[in-house]
């Protein structure tokens, strides 16, 4: 693996190192040495599929509260997505900035997202497949999320949002969360 560090604190972009041959090609997309000599964490918690019917889906922007914060690692398996992440570290240095990657089937790359980051995507084809390997289960209760259009971020999308559900529009301002 081959592993970026992406313009905000504590993110990786991780890329396959692919060993190609006649057959096709062989890369680890996850190993618990290479991530521990990294800093990130090792025990993967539980692991998640989202697939996406329709271009211009989005899902978004997501997290969980302390004590239950979340670290995740996204891989886009099937399709394309504009993957986007958001700093909500009020001590980090990147506090408040948001960074997209596109994720696809064909670079293989995945997104390592710290805690106290909120994640979203959007498909930029369809019948898109994401997979997730979290590193903290889910918690309803600790569940949340900010407006995948709060101006205090200023996420520029791709693509006009051709769905998303009702409870992602829902979502509070960060300026309203007391963040």
Known sequence: MI???APLAGAFLVELDRRPDDRGYFARSFCVDEFAAHGLPTAVIQCNVSFNRTRGTLRGMHFQRAPMAEAKLVRCTRGAIYDVIV???PESTTYCRWYGFELTEQNGSALFIPEGFAHGFQTLADNSEVFYQMFAGYSPEHADGVRWDDPAFGIVWPLPVSSMAEKDKL??????KGK
Do not use: S, V
Request: no cysteine; aromatic share 16%; hydrophobic share 50%.
């Open 171 to 176: 979502f509070a301002l960060l300026k309203d």
């Open 3 to 5: 592993f970026r560090e």
């Open 87 to 89: 700093d909500l570290r």
